[in-house]
């Protein structure tokens, strides 16, 4: 029987039928598949709907189906390619199901699969009932068994959740082990690993004295790789003690790097899976932005153990109960390890360059969504670093030590329970006072708010008129009026403080504030820090920016004043290329800004590169209706020139100052000073200085460690010749048994302005040596052209966009995920210049014509909408 995609919507939840007390689960490995026994202790639940109990399941053997013991014939049940439905049930039962899975030719990298010499799991959100039929939902909760065995020598190492309390030998040549996990979880944190897998131990003791066995696995040879990570996790444990008093629960926390994983990592319950991208971290193989992404997805894997597995989702549409706050707690621990100012400027980067644009798009969806066909596409931007940033609101409305405490009443009030992002909000409104009745629109709307600010200055008296409007979203017509906390500071042109930086609430839909005794002129502040996930638009003077940019208390104003200026300058050379007119020079204000910056650089340097980098293509596309990409990337390369040639001798010392010198320690210091040289070093060659490329090859040369290599390759990019071909093949041999090494080379090969880049990726696809089962290979080829490579990628004659659809084609025979993820890049074709849009559109009718999963066809029916 085949099921059609059904949509399903928030609001037509209902209790589960059927409550899960126990599972227990045996695996039996062998050399081509896989036998899994599932014993499950149910019992009707009173609160559910009666009638037939369906239990989930796709794409395996269903051998056996037994009620107390008692097999059942194959007419007393049906069974569907998505589904088995049970009827005539005891109230209270022991139902076995045994299924045969195929891990060998499993590429959809979902349920129980092979990453090289790896058997494991992915089952968030629903890859269990790829393992076994299950009410796959996450408000049924059990507590789970696991015994595997299988064949010693090939897989010495056997790991599932909760703790090993029972292993040894089994059959010859075989051995078993069975593991307790104590907490009722929901399926979707099941966990299993086999595998012939190196591994590096230690021990963290929680602050009540529990020692907890530590490990990372991986395969044989990249042990040296895991310190950093598990340098992280000991640092993750303890800021979660010291901040929110929460102490592991568990005799051991495990993490297993794979090489074939679809997404960052995964949290399940006692043994975290992730890719192996987001843990390895080594000086001579990894960046300082890779380092500081592994430590951060370990503490964000490690957060969830609370949120999101100690209280978890009653359902999907709550995604962002878990994932927002974690990634706000993640977002709060990476500001504690790094620079604070520099980490939410990424932070703010983040959102305004990938979250703006998909909640101005096709996909345009709420935090808490109302309804779906797939649930993987899903894992957005916007539940995840918009779930964040409203989190971040409360907050600052809360007051630090008040959110604190709310967090833990929480986690106390629902522990052991499945519930909803309203649950959180109450949680959140009895702790702090706080009446957050307006404020849940930012949950149920989808869209980002405009805010205007003006400002009238009289006889001392400032007065500011704050007014807010929100586009219509795709299904959303009408926006309501958002409680938006804007951050305010007001300054004299010097520098001095006359107002204090206080939240206010713009929560109509115009708002007047009134500063009395503000001596003119007044320098106004706002939205400091992003402190609301809106655009902004103010009438602050060239004059202005400049001072803030100077003189603002907060390093985050600072770069944002900074990004103003640039942005004013950038749109003017768009108009300019689009009208066929001279580009403008950089301005005296512009000049004069870099000119202080450059001469009187900033102890933290780190900020010193962000502060001297221009606002992204992307960035700039936000600015216009529609997105003329050559003109964009156009105007970005001359201001970019401008710049160098105007500041060369003054970027010159700045990276003679700061060139490698001692050998490579990753802290926020050195990070800084290499950033900032990298950045120098990009100006320098864009605007291709003489001797610029024997600088480059020296760099490389000498470099012990991967940013400095990297920041080498970067600058030549943009100089084609022997230099970049010599060091990007010396490159390409001396890493080709790095994977992760070889995906930053196929980034490079794809994305040098001059080269043709789509000929270039198709002969790199069609290499046999390419891997495209992998998900970090097709990301760093396929994302690289897209979203490295614009003018490149949006050719005029459609070729990039038949490439894409081409290999969204093939992959979506195999890999669903990968595939819709990437179908997501041609989807808001209307946002595109009609030269660009057509083209796009195009692609999305060829990929409409073809047979889809469900996943892609999702995507590909809201572009085509
Ligand atoms: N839950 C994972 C996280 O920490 C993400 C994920 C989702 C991983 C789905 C795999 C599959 O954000
Ligand atoms: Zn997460």
Redo the contacts with the bound molecule.
Sequence with gaps: MTDQPQRQYRLDYRPPAYLVDTVALDFDIQENNTQVTAQLAVARNVAGPAGPWRLDGRGMRLVRVAIDGADLAHDAYELTDTALWLDNLPSVFELTIVTELDPETNLSL?GLYRSGAILCT????T?FSRITYFPDRPDVMARFTTRIEADAARYPVLLSNGNCTQAGMAQPGRHYAIYEDPFAKPC?LFALVAGDLGVIRDTYTTASGREVALAVFTEHGNEPQCHHALDALKKAMAWDEATYDLEYDLDQFFIVAVGS???????NKGLN?FNTACVFAHPETATDGDFARVRD?VA??YF?NYT?NRVTCRDWFQLSL??GL??YREHQFAIDHGSPGVTRIEQVRMIRDIQFPEDGGPRAHPVRPDSYIEM?NF?TITV?EKGAELIRMIAQMAGREAFTDAVKHYLHKHDGQAVTIEDFVVAMEETTGLDLAQFRHWYSHAGTPRVAISQQHENNTLTLTLSQSTPATPGQPNKPVFDIPISLAVFDTAGSQQVPPQLVRLNHARKKIVYKDVPEPAVVSALRGLSAPVKLTQDTTERDLVCLMAHDSDPVSRWDAAQSLYMTHLLACVDAIRADHALPGLGDGLSQAITRLLADWPADRALLAEMLTLPSTIQIGEAFERIDVAAIDGARRAVRQQIGSRFEEELTALATAHAPRSTYVFDQDAAGRRAVFALALGYLAETGVEGIEAWCRTVYDEADNMTDRMAALGALQYCPGATRDRLLGDFARRFANEPLVMDKWLRLQVSAPDIDAVAQARALLQDPAFDFTNPNRLRALLGGLVRGNAPAFHRADGAGYALLVDEILRIDAFNP?MAAALAGLIAPWQRYDARYGQGMRAGLSRLDGAELSDNTREIVASGLA
């Design positions: 979902e992915q089952c968030e959100a890859g979707y994983f679809n997404m960052g990592a995964m949290e899976i997805v964000h894997e969830h999101g878990k994932e974690t990634v993987n894992y995840y995920q």
